[in-house]
C-alpha cells in the first residue's frame, strides 16, 4: 500500500497546464461514445503512436476495451462547453458538436484544433486506468489555439493574450546601441525621444524592422528589453535591445547617457528605462523589465550579454 494520499497527488498533477481532448469510439451497437480527456500524450513518431488513460471506473470502459481504434479531438479555446459536456453524465453528448466519422471510423469533431483517427495499438492496465496506444492513422490540425486545463481551471491563453493587448494600442520602440551610445531623436518641444512608432496590423516585428530600417542604420532586431503600459493605460509599449553595426543615421544621433542627456528624455518611463540601461551596460547583464510606467520587476535575461 503506498501512503501518497491520493487526493493531494492529483492537486499535484494538476498543477501544469495539458491541453483537453475528447476520445471518441463506438459502441457495440454502433452509437458514437466520448470522454474528455487530458491524459493524452504523444508517444512514438515512427510508428505515430499516441496514447490517453481511460479511468477504470468509467461508463465507457468495455467499449473501448472492445474497440478496435478511437479517435483523439483536442478542443479550441472556445471548446470550454464540449469538455464539460463530454466529462458529465449527459444524455446525448455528441448534440453539443458537429462530427462525422473520420477515415478510420470514430467521430471527429468540427472547429478542434486537431484530431488524431487511430486504429487500436495495444491496451495497458495501468493502476486504476487502461492506457489506450492507439496507431494515428489520419489525422488534420487547424490553426485554433488549443484550451488548456491546469489547476482544476481552464486555461486561454490566447484569447487573454488578445484581450490585453485589444483596446491597447501598441508602440515598439527601438534602443539602438553602438559602441557604448544610444540612438536617440529630437521631437518638436526639445526633447529626446528613442525611435519609436505605432504597431499596426502588420504585428511588432514588422514595425520594428520598419522603425530600424527609416533610422538609416544598420542594426539586429534584438530581445525585447522592457515592456510596460503608459499612465492612462492607452499604450503597451515594446522596447527591443538592438546591437548597430554603426552607419550614419538618417534621423537622430548616436548620443552618450550622461546625466544631462537623461534629464532631456521626454518620457519618464523611457528615462528610467534608459538609467537602467546605461547600469547595465557597465555590468554587461541585461534584464527585462516588465510593469506600467511606476511599478514593475526587471527578471534577467537568460543570455547575461548581447555586447560583444
Ligand atoms: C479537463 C478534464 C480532463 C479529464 N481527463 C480524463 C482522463 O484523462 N481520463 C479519464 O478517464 N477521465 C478524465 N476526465 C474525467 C472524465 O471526462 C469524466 O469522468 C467523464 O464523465 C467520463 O465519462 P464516462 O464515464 O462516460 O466515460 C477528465 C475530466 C476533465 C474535466
Known amino acids: 500500500m503506498s501512503n501518497i494520499d491520493p487526493r493531494a497527488l492529483r492537486n499535484a498533477f494538476g498543477t501544469f497546464m495539458t491541453g483537453v481532448t475528447v476520445v471518441t469510439t ?57 469538455s464539460n459536456t463530454f466529462a458529465r453524465p ?18 471527429v469533431f468540427d472547429g478542434v484544433s486537431a484530431w488524431f483517427d487511430c486504429s487500436m495499438h495495444k491496451r495497458v492496465e495501468a493502476g486504476d486506468h487502461l492506457i489506450l496506444i492507439g496507431q494515428v492513422e489520419a489525422f488534420e490540425t487547424s490553426p485554433a489555439p488549443g484550451l488548456g486545463y491546469a489547476r482544476g481551471a481552464y486555461v486561454t491563453a490566447a484569447a487573454e493574450a488578445e484581450a490585453l493587448t485589444q483596446g491597447a494600442k501598441l508602440i515598439v520602440s527601438a ?23 505605432r504597431v499596426g496590423k502588420e504585428g511588432a516585428s514588422a514595425a520594428l524592422a520598419r522603425l530600424i530600417a527609416e533610422t538609416g542604420v544598420e542594426a539586429e532586431p534584438g530581445f525585447i528589453y522592457s515592456v510596460f503600459e503608459d499612465e492612462a493605460r492607452e499604450h503597451q509599449h515594446i522596447s527591443f535591445l538592438c546591437q548597430s553595426a554603426g552607419g550614419t543615421p538618417a534621423k537622430g544621433t548616436f548620443t552618450q547617457l550622461s546625466q544631462t542627456t537623461l534629464m532631456d528624455i521626454a518620457d519618464a518611463a523611457v528615462c528610467t528605462m534608459l538609467e537602467r540601461f546605461a547600469n547595465e551596460s557597465r555590468i554587461g547583464n541585461f534584464g527585462v523589465y516588465y510593469g506600467n510606467q511606476t511599478t514593475g520587476q526587471v527578471r534577467p535575461v537568460g543570455t547575461g550579454s548581447t555586447r560583444a
Not at 534602443?175 to 512608432?197: A, F, Q, R, S
Open 26 to 82: 463506438h459502441d457495440p451497437d454502433g452509437n458514437p461514445i466520448g470522454f474528455t480527456a487530458n491524459s493524452f500524450t504523444s508517444v512514438s513518431l515512427e510508428p505515430p503512436l499516441v496514447l490517453v488513460c481511460l479511468a477504470n471506473s468509467s461508463r465507457n470502459y468495455a467499449a473501448f476495451e472492445q474497440a478496435d481504434g478511437f479517435a483523439v479531438n483536442v478542443l479550441a479555446e472556445d471548446q470550454k462547453d464540449v
Open 90 to 107: 449527459v444524455e446525448d453528448r455528441f448534440s453539443v458538436v458537429q462530427w462525422q466519422k473520420g477515415p478510420q471510423g470514430s467521430p
Open 175 to 197: 534602443l539602438i546601441e553602438h559602441e557604448g551610445k544610444v540612438l536617440l531623436m529630437g521631437n518638436d518641444l526639445g526633447k529626446l525621444t528613442l525611435p519609436e512608432t
